[in-house]
């Protein structure tokens, strides 16, 4: 060790000791201080934060072991910025947030946004996405959305006006469904309930109270199927995709 007092009071960086003998900085750093060591003109050692030796030491432990800055702040009741000081100060490289080889766009937040407000867990929406959950686990505490719930300010006219462009597609698909049908039994027209006109046209130029009709089949379909298992929406959506559906067990 006295070689090692020599040297950094000869003015060696903790990076530079660490490198020749191999020892932790953080661990150079914590005897230096006990020891009141220090670089030339540098004065007494001052710690970020107030913090001790042993708090910096700890902090360094936390990070090295994979914890992001994040997690270790919220572990240690301590600031993002105090953290990063007290690993800068033992002279560590901060690793930047993993991205799984994919850069954050507009698409892939716009995605993660839609599943998070869905009720997805973080794994689910890494899977879907290609990304990691540390990455999406951060993306998602950096736009302070929660699990399955109410959309941030920030996002609610978008989330809205992409909501009302869905339900307005699916009323369309149901009404180009429900002439097909009726074509299909040789029926070529249909009067509205509302007297308002054929409704065998297309959806765009139906009158509004029409296209609420299908509007509000759309809802009575949605509310049913979340009131369903996810599994039991999947295995829905596969007998639909295939042409298949199960047939109904016989009592």
Do not use: N
Request: hydrophobic content about 40%; proline content about 6%.
């Amino acid at each position: 060790m006295t070689g090692l007092v020599a040297r950094r009071r000869a003015g060696a960086s903790l990076g530079q000791l660490t490198a020749q003998t191999g020892i932790p900085s953080t661990t150079l750093l914590r005897k230096f201080v006990e020891l009141g060591v220090h670089p030339p003109g540098a004065g007494e050692p001052r710690l970020p934060g107030g913090l001790t030796p042993d708090q910096i030491t700890d902090i360094a432990r936390r990070y090295t072991g994979g914890a992001s800055e994040r997690t270790v702040a919220a572990q240690t009741g301590l600031s993002r910025t105090v953290v990063r000081a007290a690993l800068d100060a033992t002279g560590m490289q901060r690793r930047r947030s993993p991205r799984s080889g994919r850069r954050w766009t507009a698409g892939l937040t716009w995605q993660i946004v839609v599943r998070r407000l869905a009720g997805q867990m973080v794994a689910q929406i890494a899977t879907a996405t290609g990304m990691s959950d540390f990455a999406v686990a951060v993306r998602l505490a950096d736009l302070k959305i929660d699990k399955g719930g109410p959309c941030p300010p920030a996002w609610r006219g978008r989330v809205e006006a992409h909501q009302h462009r869905l339900t307005e597609d699916l009323a369309d698909r149901v009404h180009e469904a429900w002439m097909a049908a009726w074509r299909a039994l040789g029926q070529t027209s249909m009067r509205s309930r509302h007297h308002t006109g054929e409704l065998m046209i297309p959806y765009a130029d139906l009158a509004e109270v029409d296209k609420d009709d299908d509007r509000r089949l759309v809802a009575a379909v949605l509310a049913g199927l979340a009131a369903l298992p996810e599994h039991d929406v999947l295995l829905l959506l596969a007998g639909h995709q295939t042409g298949h559906p199960q047939p109904a067990p016989q009592p």
